[in-house]
């Protein structure tokens, strides 16, 4: 079983950037993939980022590409999200999640993860 807690939403203006954190508990986290995913009022859950357990592999989703940036720090169980340049429709609820499958590629896929946080608010303003 793991935990995740997100931290690091705000208030920004567009333009702007923040830094998203999840922290995991357990010891097995540094054999998950990891991903962010958001969740904007009225629309269906959708896929952001996500990192190999190793760090070395990444994938993005077409509309935060060259914006966003996941990274992972294992010795600290976190994983983040580096997001620059915000814009309005960047807002959202965004939650991390976990991946137990071992071997699998980073995963863009919602049902291929197991475990999640409850999420954290970004609001970018115009």
């Known amino acids: 079983q793991v935990q995740l807690v997100e931290s690091g939403g705000g208030l920004v203006q567009a333009g702007g950037s923040l830094r998203l954190s999840c922290a995991a508990s357990?010891?097995?986290?540094?054999?998950?993939?990891m991903g962010w995913f958001r969740q904007a009022p009225g629309k269906e859950r959708e896929f952001v980022a996500a990192v190999s357990w190793s760090g070395r592999n990444t994938v993005y989703a077409d509309s935060v590409k060259g914006r966003f940036t996941i990274s992972r720090d294992n010795a600290k169980n976190t994983v983040y999200l580096q997001m620059n340049s915000l814009k309005p429709e960047d807002t959202a609820v965004y939650s991390c999640?976990?991946?137990?499958?071992?071997?699998?590629?980073?995963?863009?896929?919602?049902?291929?993860?197991?475990?999640w946080g409850q999420g954290t608010q970004v609001t970018v303003s115009s």
């Open positions: 999640a976990a991946d137990r499958t071992l071997g699998r590629a980073a995963s863009s896929v919602i049902h291929e993860y197991d475990y």
């Open positions: 357990g010891r097995t986290f540094s054999s998950y993939n």
